[in-house]
């Protein structure tokens, strides 16, 4: 396991969030985030002049909610959903998901173990607390991407997801980067699921930094154990870019 190096001056840093800069919950909303990530995170933005963005699956409002009060760049819902450094978020276009939803609701009536979570333009199955019905979750989600035009399944830790198939964590990262104050700099990207290797292979084709947090295959070349490790290294971080002695109340990325 090869320890990532530490970022320089002309880095820009991009985290997933789930299971990479927080542990996974049982489920999505009971995740807690230790107050050391977003002090740490505030510290390498200002010094990395805001080029600091967390890409997820969760919906660019929540990752606000999690991180309060610090506001930082949002790829959300694998990237339906975008907030630039300018502020703006944008969403992609997406069509009508009830009949979808309908087909998702009928499952989880019969199995309450499982849990739909709807998000702006995207459905998230996740069966974590009933791992023995993945097969007819699977089933179920195959045929709700029938119902409707346009969205693709995507598999994560414990959940299958119904997302728009242009929405991809790796065209965040280089939208992102199309952009100033990432523009420019060299990509460095966190993530723990095969999801994030999409990113992982943005970062990489563009002469970045790959980081797999966790067990699992990955193209990352970097490997940092689990999200207590990515902390230490954040911290560490923060000193090697000499940002500790910032006053994090007045970050705005
Ligand atoms: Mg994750």
Same mark, same amino acid.
């Given at each position: 396991?090869?320890?990532?190096? /530490?970022? !320089?001056?002309?880095?820009?840093?991009?985290?997933?969030?789930?299971? %990479?800069? %927080?542990?996974?919950?049982?489920?999505?909303?009971?995740?807690?985030?230790?107050?050391?990530?977003?002090?740490?995170?505030?510290?390498?933005?200002?010094?990395?002049?805001?080029?600091?963005?967390?890409?997820?699956? *969760?919906?660019?409002?929540?990752?606000?909610?999690?991180?309060?009060?610090?506001? /930082?760049?949002?790829? =959300?819902?694998?990237?339906?959903?975008? *907030?630039?450094?300018?502020?703006?978020?944008?969403?992609?276009?997406?069509?009508?998901?009830?009949?979808?939803?309908? /087909?998702?609701?009928?499952?989880?009536?019969?199995?309450?173990?499982?849990?739909?979570?709807?998000?702006?333009?995207?459905?998230?199955?996740?069966?974590?607390?009933?791992?023995?019905?993945?097969?007819?979750?699977?089933? %179920?989600?195959?045929?709700?991407?029938?119902?409707?035009?346009?969205?693709?399944?995507?598999?994560?830790?414990?959940?299958?997801?119904?997302?728009?198939?242009?929405?991809?964590?790796?065209?965040?990262?280089?939208?992102?980067?199309?952009?100033?104050?990432?523009?420019?700099?060299?990509?460095?990207?966190?993530?723990?699921?095969? %999801? !994030?290797?999409?990113?992982?292979?943005?970062?990489?084709?563009?002469? =970045?930094?790959?980081?797999?947090?966790?067990? =699992?295959?990955?193209?990352?070349?970097?490997?940092?154990?689990?999200?207590?490790?990515?902390?230490?290294?954040?911290?560490?971080?923060?000193?090697?870019?000499?940002?500790?002695?910032?006053?994090?109340?007045?970050?705005?990325?």
């Amino acid at each position: 396991m090869q320890e990532p190096p /530490l970022p !320089d001056r002309g880095s820009a840093l991009f985290f997933d969030f789930d299971g %990479t800069l %927080t542990d996974i919950a049982a489920n999505p909303g009971a995740v807690c985030v230790e107050p050391a990530v977003p002090q740490c995170l505030a510290l390498l933005a200002r010094a990395l002049a805001g080029a600091v963005a967390v890409i997820s699956g *969760r919906p660019v409002a929540e990752i606000d909610a999690q991180l309060e009060p610090l506001r /930082l760049p949002v790829a =959300g819902v694998h990237g339906a959903e975008r *907030r630039g450094a300018d502020g703006f978020l944008r969403r992609m276009a997406t069509p009508e998901l009830d009949p979808a939803r309908r /087909l998702i609701e009928a499952l989880v009536a019969r199995h309450p173990a499982l849990l739909l979570e709807v998000k702006p333009g995207a459905l998230a199955l996740h069966f974590r607390q009933a791992e023995g019905l993945e097969d007819q979750c699977l089933a %179920t989600m195959a045929e709700a991407q029938r119902r409707v035009e346009g969205m693709a399944l995507l598999c994560g830790k414990k959940v299958i997801e119904l997302k728009p198939r242009r929405a991809s964590k790796g065209q965040a990262v280089r939208t992102f980067l199309d952009e100033p104050p990432f523009r420019s700099r060299r990509p460095w990207v966190f993530g723990d699921d095969v %999801t !994030d290797e999409v990113a992982f292979e943005a970062a990489l084709g563009l002469g =970045g930094v790959a980081v797999k947090v966790g067990a =699992g295959q990955s193209l990352a070349p970097y490997r940092l154990a689990d999200p207590a490790a990515l902390h230490e290294w954040l911290q560490r971080a923060v000193l090697a870019l000499g940002a500790e002695s910032e006053p994090v109340r007045e970050v705005r990325a």
